[in-house]
């Protein structure tokens, strides 16, 4: 398989060069960035309570629901909010769904780029 032409970054004045977008220093600082601005978990409202909800999901629905849905067997590890809290979504467990790492990422990227996903 042929490799991609490589580019400098993205980030104006870096000169590593990456087959495309940032490179993983400006990918991580862009990330602590992002969760500067967000706030610690316990702000954003997943404290004790919360730990005890998700742990009640993960133990009725321990696959991961997209997963299952698909035909595949995986092991849920995250819990999600089908519509997201930034968007009006509560923490009622019809609002929640298990959901393995993979799913849970390509959702939220999704989110964040206005996409809409199960």
Known sequence: MPHKPLRPCTEP???????RGRCSAHQQATRQAEDRERGSAAARGYDARWRKLRLMVLSGEPLCRVCRADGRVTAATLVDHVTPKSQGGSDHPTNLQPLCAPCHDAKTSGERHGLRRG
Do not use: A, F, Y
């Open 13 to 19: 004045g870096c000169p590593t060069l990456v087959e």
